[in-house]
């Protein structure tokens, strides 16, 4: 594939679920290796905007690329076309997802949750996969938990066996929706710890948080979404410093 | 961790209370006992029964009604039905739950019509109409749809456009009947449990699994079901033990490999009644007994993850760590 210097691109996107229009027109550029945050309140959008990214979420006009290709579909001739649910599966593959729930299979051990992926859908050998998966798990400080069950874990070790979970699928791009939400206070710091690494690593992130500190600190992009658009965005620290938007102000004043 | 930064104080003496007393549950105990041990007399005094009839001999020189050859050849049956229509009606059930939750409309209607359908109609029913459906037809086989219809178009007299077919009431009487109305009757039923154990597992589970770019059937097989089947195995399991007492059904049809109908026969012969239901009653209540043991293993396994089995294998799991040993990979096989 040839180097593209966007990984996500979005134009215009619009989404609806019946007569309810939740994105409308939507423009985001992600550069290769950056980490974009997206804050916004509740109901505007923020969750829908990354379900479409993988395409769990049909738009319902715009276009979205991952690194330069249309997700979803495929134009011939001015003409869109539906990908079938085989190309769809191959392009998100390439796409790893963190969920505010972790969503770990349950009647799996913490190894099996992260080599089922590779194992299964890209057939890898099952001993190079192992090999990768202990790697990812001690890279996230749960090297001692790999044959326990995610129901015999804390919140924060749940979280980052999901984050390892979708490492192991060797993806482009990380997308992370609210991934500190469902814990305690003190179990933030390690999830936001693990992801700040991955950063540094050079991977792309899309990151969906309220946590205006890890957007100060790691986002090299951040955007503002109210009522389905994106109202302001820009380098963290200004828009978090000094925004020009009511309410993106008011939002802030909120959350700081 | 507490011993060294706070002195530690006397451990005071352990409480030696007076339990409060429940003489209702005495009494309770006493009026079951009593009345257990009536029955119990009972069964073993009245003559009535005749145990020996039913274990040791039925007639002269021959073995106890349970363990004589038909009934034993009706035992057979029964189980060869449980399991046969238990299969079938355990995979088409599958099946159709899947087509009820599919997207495609047409599909998930006549999965609505299936469900409707055998479910409606009482099981007796069905068997006495399965072993009466080859007056319907002829023949039955393989071949062109309305194959006959097609031959008069072009005017051949004799052709009917089956490749291959045998006699219906070769195919659709007895065993086959019996078992069919058995096993169809059972997929309606196993559907809906199916999709009971489907519709509980949350949703985000199977969008993890799609977004890690698994196929729709990899999220079903490797996700969605094995986690279902905790809510799949219980209800299974009580009906594979009402399949097991419904086979007495199909002696109707009738099926005569079948071990109701077998004793059944004993008593015609034999005019005694009372003994060869008690015989009836042991068998089924062995069979079933089997079978709750075996739902009791299945259970365990499906319920890997979850609770108390769970936590006692990862205690065994522990310490094979802690001692240097190899992480044993789960799941594989399954
Ligand atoms: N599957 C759906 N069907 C109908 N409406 C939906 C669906 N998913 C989301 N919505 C609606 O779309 C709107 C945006 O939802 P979304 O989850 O994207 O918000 P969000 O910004 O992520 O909010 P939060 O911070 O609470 O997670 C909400 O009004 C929600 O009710
Ligand atoms: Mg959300």
Same mark, same amino acid.
């Given at each position: ?78 003409? @869109? ?93 990380? @997308? ?6 469902? @814990?305690?206070?003190? @179990? ?35 955007i503002f979404m109210d009522g389905g658009v994106v109202v302001e965005q820009g ?22 | ?7 530690? !104080?006397?451990?005071?003496?352990? &409480? ?79 099946? &159709?739950?899947?087509? !009820? ?79 069919? $109305? ?5 997929? $309606? ?31 079903? !097989? ?5 986690? $279902? ?26 099926v005569t490999f079948e071990l109701f109908f077998q004793l059944q026969q004993i ?12 015989? $009836? ?22 319920g890997r993850g979850y609770g108390a089995t769970g936590k006692a294998k990862q ?20």
């Open positions: 594939m040839t180097e593209t210097t966007e990984m996500v691109r979005a134009d215009n996107v619009h989404k609806s679920f019946g007569s309810l229009e939740v994105l409308k027109g939507i423009d985001l550029v992600v550069k290769p290796g950056e980490v974009c945050c997206v804050l916004g309140p509740s109901g505007s959008g923020k969750s829908t905007f990354l379900r479409c990214i993988n395409h769990l979420e049909k738009i319902n006009a715009g276009r979205i690329f991952v690194d330069g290709e249309l997700v979803g579909y495929r134009e011939r001739g001015g003409k @869109l076309h539906e990908m079938g649910e085989k190309d769809v599966a191959r392009q998100r593959q390439s796409i790893g997802m963190v969920f505010q729930r972790f969503n770990l299979f349950p009647h799996m051990t913490v190894l099996d949750n992260v080599m089922e992926a590779p194992c299964r859908v890209k057939r890898e050998s099952k001993s190079e996969v192992r090999d990768r998966a202990t790697a990812l798990l001690e890279k996230v400080g749960l090297g001692a938990k790999v044959g326990n069950y995610p129901g015999q874990l804390s919140g924060g070790q749940q979280q980052r066996v999901a984050i390892a979970r979708a490492l192991a699928m060797r993806p482009k791009l990380m @997308l992370f929706d609210e991934p500190t939400s469902a @814990l305690d206070p003190e @179990l933030v710091g390690e999830v936001l710890d693990t992801m700040k690494d991955l950063a540094r690593d050079g991977m792309t992130m899309v990151v969906v948080t309220h946590e205006i500190g890890f957007a100060r600190e790691v986002g090299d992009n951040l380098p963290p620290r200004e828009v978090i410093g000094n925004p020009q938007h009511e309410r993106t102000k008011a939002f802030l004043s909120k959350v700081l | 961790m507490s011993d060294d930064t706070t002195t530690e !104080r006397a451990r005071p003496e352990a &409480i030696k209370a007076v339990p409060v007393r429940h003489p209702g549950r005495w009494v309770g105990l006493g009026i079951i006992a009593i009345l257990a041990a009536m029955f119990l007399h009972m069964l073993l005094t009245n003559d009535r029964i005749r145990w020996s009839f039913i274990f040791l001999e039925y007639q002269d020189g021959k073995r106890g009604v349970m363990f004589t050859e038909p009934v034993l050849e009706g035992l057979r049956g029964t189980i060869l039905l449980t399991i046969s229509s238990m299969a079938i009606g355990i995979l088409l059930g599958v099946v &159709i739950a899947i087509m !009820r939750l599919s997207p495609n409309k047409i599909l998930s209607t006549v999965a609505f019509i299936y469900t409707w359908f055998f479910r409606a109609a009482p099981r007796l029913v069905l068997a006495l109409l399965f072993g009466n459906l080859n007056i319907l037809w002829e023949r039955i086989g393989f071949g062109l749809p309305f194959g006959t219809q097609i031959g008069k178009l072009f005017g051949l007299d004799n052709f009917d456009g089956q490749f291959y077919s045998i006699k219906a009431s070769d195919l659709l009487a007895g065993f086959v009947a019996g078992m069919l $109305a058995l096993a169809l009757s059972e997929a $309606a039923y196993m559907a809906e449990i199916v999709r009971a154990g489907i519709q509980s597992i949350d949703q985000g589970q199977s969008e993890a699994a799609v977004a890690l770019g698994m196929s729709r059937g990899q999220v079903l !097989r490797r996700v969605v079901l094995p986690q $279902a089947m905790r809510v799949i195995v219980p209800p299974t399991g009580n009906e594979v033990i009402a399949m097991v007492k419904d086979t007495s059904l199909v002696a109707y049809v009738p008593q015609a012969r034999t005019f005694v009644v009372l003994p060869v239901f008690v015989a $009836a009653l042991i068998w089924y209540l062995i069979l079933c007994t089997i079978l709750m043991i075996g739902q009791y293993f299945v259970e365990r396994h499906f205690r065994l799991r522990d310490i094979q760590v802690e001692q240097g040993g190899r992480i044993t990979p789960t799941g594989e096989g399954t």
